[in-house]
């Protein structure tokens, strides 16, 4: 509609156009790709629809998809000088704001009607036990108008058994193929133990009949177990826990970014590396770097490179005791070169031999503590950090989280950290914690 608004008021005033029927066609092609990728993503599901933000940000991103093929296939086609340049850029203007205005109307008239039984999802429960109860807490918690729940229904209980209050506890599956006859009933949610495999082949067989969608709840192993989806292997469908890091071509691009950046940066900081070392020398006796056994990938060993930061007969090769602030044991030069994280530099060439990257979850000694005890062994999922090469900065140290780790708490913080930036890895978030971690470096805090 809005191309041929646009077309009525550019052409209207001018002369005729030749070809009418190539702008008709190309706004009924856009609307085509439009719709089409737009409900591939889920964009007209009742949970996207309410999601305004998300309806604004995607509709930019599909026009774009949209925009990029047309503009291909006028490209090969050599069919792009039969447009008028003056439509076509008022068109591809408008368009996304007509899209965005109309989202905003929908979603003002969906809010308003969202509880309305027309628009509401009816919802019922297979199963009157413990997962049974778990998902109705679920979902009377989440309750906005966008579901009613119908109510539970369980061949094994009676529907004065104490555990849910008559009004929803309506009986067997009988009785909901009954309820499904008279009524519509959108989705039913089968919440039973994983283990009664007879049980349910049952109910399935018997539920299919109704014409709502039919599903199992996990949620009995998603409490336990980070369920990720539903995937398939030589046919057979297995439930995805956890996901791979940095697969397929994430991989590469971590790779890339490692080497080129490592590169420019030693090139760059190359004088500096050079004055330090010579200040080090000076300072006191002992080599210009130290390495300390770490781990690394895969919870492999991996040497770790440093400029020495403490008196050569002090220095702590298996990191069991801790750096304190006013530690008599770092140097007049290390404390500088600590504040500032420039001891860190040399770590540029683990990056290079393929030890570590420069962003990811730091390297600790493997004598390293929390509290009494030492670090892998006092948190339980420490060793699901090392799924990926450590980094030279990371997530957890640019959310304030440097410096002396001494209580547990502090050290099940950094490993929820490491853990989440694991899970959601991408380049843009490399470049966040890089460029956070310079702003951090200026303010040279809690670091001794």
């Known amino acids: 509609m809005t191309s041929g608004i646009i077309f009525i008021l550019y052409f209207k005033p001018h002369r005729g156009v ?47 998809i949209t925009l990029s093929i047309l503009l291909l296939t006028a ?13 076509v850029l008022l068109w591809l203007l408008t368009s996304p704001l007509a899209l965005i205005a109309a989202r905003h109307v929908e979603h ?70 009954r309820l499904a006859r ?44 980070p369920v990720r989806g539903i995937g398939d292997l030589a046919g057979a469908p297995v439930l995805e826990i956890v ?28 004088p500096l590396l050079a004055v330090i070392a010579m200040l080090i020398k000076l300072d006191s006796r002992g080599p210009v770097l ?11 060993v991996i040497r770790v490179l440093k400029f020495r930061t403490m008196y050569e007969d002090s220095c702590d090769y298996s990191g069991a005791q801790r750096t304190v602030q006013r530690d008599p044991r770092v140097t007049r030069v290390g404390r500088i070169l600590r504040s500032l994280s420039l001891d860190e530099l040399p770590q540029l ?18 004598a390293m503590k929390a509290g009494d005890r030492l670090y892998h062994q006092a948190v339980s999922s420490y060793p699901h950090r090392h799924r990926v090469k450590p980094g030279i900065t990371g997530w957890a140290q640019v959310n304030g989280l440097r410096g002396e780790v001494d209580t547990l708490d502090k050290a099940r913080r950094r490993v929820e950290y490491d853990l989440f930036y694991i899970a959601h890895w991408s380049l843009w978030l490399d470049l966040k914690i890089l ?14």
Not at 251 to 268: I, P, R, S, T
Not at 350 to 366: I, K, Q, T
């Open 18 to 64: 030749s070809q009418p029927s190539l702008y008709l066609a190309t706004a009924l092609i856009a609307a085509i790709l439009f719709v089409g990728v737009f409900e591939r993503i889920g964009g007209y599901s009742v949970q996207r629809l309410r999601a305004l933000t998300w309806q604004v940000s995607r509709i930019l991103l599909v026009w774009s």
């Open 75 to 87: 490209f090969v086609g050599r069919i792009s000088g039969d447009y008028s340049r003056g439509w």
């Open 108 to 177: 003002a008239t969906f809010v308003r009607r969202l509880g309305h039984a027309s628009l509401a999802r009816n919802i019922v429960i297979v199963g009157a036990g413990e997962d049974g109860q778990r998902v109705l807490g679920r979902l009377d918690k989440a309750g906005d108008g966008s579901f009613t729940v119908r109510g539970i229904f369980d061949d094994r209980r009676s529907p004065r058994s104490g555990r849910f209050d008559d009004t929803r506890l309506l009986g067997t599956t009988d009785d909901l193929l």
């Open 182 to 225: 008279r009524e519509r009933i959108d989705q039913i949610v089968v919440a039973l133990p994983l283990s009664a495999v007879d049980r349910l082949t049952a109910i399935f067989e018997k539920l299919t009949a109704i014409p709502a969608d039919l599903c199992l709840s996990v949620d009995g192993i998603a409490e336990r177990l």
């Open 243 to 270: 996901d791979r890091p940095l697969k397929h071509g994430h991989g590469l691009c971590k790779w890339v970014e490692d080497k080129l950046l490592a590169v420019l940066v030693l090139a760059f900081v190359g």
């Open 290 to 300: 130290f390495s300390q056994q770490r781990f690394g990938f895969n919870n492999n």
């Open 349 to 366: 060439i683990n990056v290079l031999r393929g030890d570590m990257s420069l962003v990811g979850p730091r390297p600790h000694a493997v």
């Open 435 to 448: 460029l956070m971690t310079v702003g951090i470096l200026i303010a040279r805090t809690d670091a001794y």
